[in-house]
């Protein structure tokens, strides 16, 4: 079960939290990735359950994984905190703002594309996520160049170039990561083994 | 047709849609396109474009939004419910199993390898996606290219990344702020 997690208050108290943080950020967040930037700064900054290296490690998880990444993130986290049940109360968390506003939105339709004010607030939060995003990348990008070496600057220079020129599914780059990170832990020992 | 029949083919169409939706919301929208409009038919293709719309200016992630429009369209509330769970049950399934091998085996060489570089890919993603959306705000595609706009668009983002990075505020209150500073700025009319 999760070591580091500071256990204040009882199984049911870190559900209602994790319930609680999870309704909030997907309240008010758009994307997925404004979604985990939220996430990070409330379990790692806030409540410290996670340090920054454990939580990029589950973001990496919750990116190979297919589907919403508000969702496998929630997963994932919520498990870390509190297991199956964590997962759930989290998930649960997140799904329910925007069930809720699509159900209202999708009844009173007509009247909210027509108010110009809701697209125009919309898209100056866009700029806030741009800055939010900036700030993720930078804290990811110290975790995975910690130790010297050129290897993680050549595979993301790959997989940004995948991603902004080929239309192919991330799901094959995701494969693709996985086996060129397995070749290098085997060229890693054969290197220990030599030494 | 039954209305359970209905309830379980937006079921199925949203299970395969979370099965195979790798990479963001962006990379969701043709595969609920493919689904919805081309395969099932539950939408037209100008009730799809309504619904990208409302996916723009609604919080929440994208499949979850479309999930709940389609499925409140197709069958009414527990349309909705069906397809909302159809499209993450696949996604809940697969995190919690990669976490546990994970934890598993986080240890060794061979797992230590695989999570770097499938975070450098993270990063990867996350910049690309950064810069559709940094793009996007600087040149929004109705408009044409106004050099006022993007110099606002440019210094609102640098300044909430300094308050966010800088000054260490939470990025909820930053965002809600640009969203807030963006309509007075256009009821003052500039």
């Known amino acids: 079960m999760p070591n580091k997690v500071q256990r204040r208050g009882g199984l049911f108290g870190r559900l209602i939290a994790l319930f609680l943080a999870t309704l909030t950020i997907s309240a008010t967040a758009n994307s997925g990735y404004a979604i985990i930037a939220v996430m990070r700064d409330d379990f790692v900054n806030k409540r410290k359950w996670f340090t920054e290296d454990e939580m990029s490690d589950y973001i990496a998880i919750a990116q190979s994984c297919p589907g919403p990444m508000a969702v496998t993130s929630s997963m994932v986290v919520g498990f870390q905190s509190a297991g199956i049940l964590g997962s759930l109360a989290a998930v649960w968390g997140v799904i329910t703002p925007p069930f809720a506003i699509m159900v209202l939105v999708s009844i009173f339709y007509q009247t909210i594309v027509s108010n110009p004010y809701v697209t125009i607030f919309m898209r100056g939060m866009q700029m806030g996520v741009v800055a939010m995003l900036l700030d993720v990348c930078i804290g990811l990008f110290l975790n995975v160049t910690k130790k010297p070496g050129i290897y993680p600057l050549v595979v993301m220079a790959i997989a940004f170039l995948y991603v902004r020129l080929t239309n192919c599914s991330i799901m094959w780059l995701a494969i693709g990561c996985g086996v060129a990170g397995a070749i290098r832990a085997l060229l890693v020992k054969r290197e220990v083994e030599a030494a | ?190």
């Open chain 2, 1 to 190: 047709m039954t209305d359970s029949m209905i309830l379980l083919r937006v079921f199925i169409a949203f299970l395969r849609i979370g099965a195979i939706a790798f990479g963001g919301a962006y990379a969701a929208i043709p595969l609920v396109e493919q689904e919805v409009v081309t395969n099932e038919g539950f939408m037209t293709y100008a009730e799809f474009a309504d619904l990208l719309a409302l996916d723009e200016i609604t919080p929440g992630p994208i499949l979850i939004n479309s999930a709940t429009f389609v499925g409140m369209k197709v069958a009414g509330m527990p349309g909705a419910i069906a397809a909302t769970l159809g499209c993450i049950l696949i996604p809940c399934i697969v995190s919690v199993s990669l976490l546990f091998l994970f934890r598993k085996y986080k240890n060794t060489v061979l797992v230590q390898s695989i999570v770097l570089t499938l975070k450098c890919m993270a990063l990867a993603l996350i910049v690309s996606t950064m810069i559709k959306l940094g793009m996007n705000a600087v040149m929004p595609s109705e408009a044409q290219a106004d050099i006022l706009h993007g110099t606002y668009a440019v210094a609102v983002m640098a300044f909430a990344f300094y308050l966010i990075h800088g000054k260490k505020l939470s990025p909820l209150p930053v965002m809600l702020g640009c969203g807030a500073l963006n309509v007075i700025v256009s009821m003052l009319g500039m």
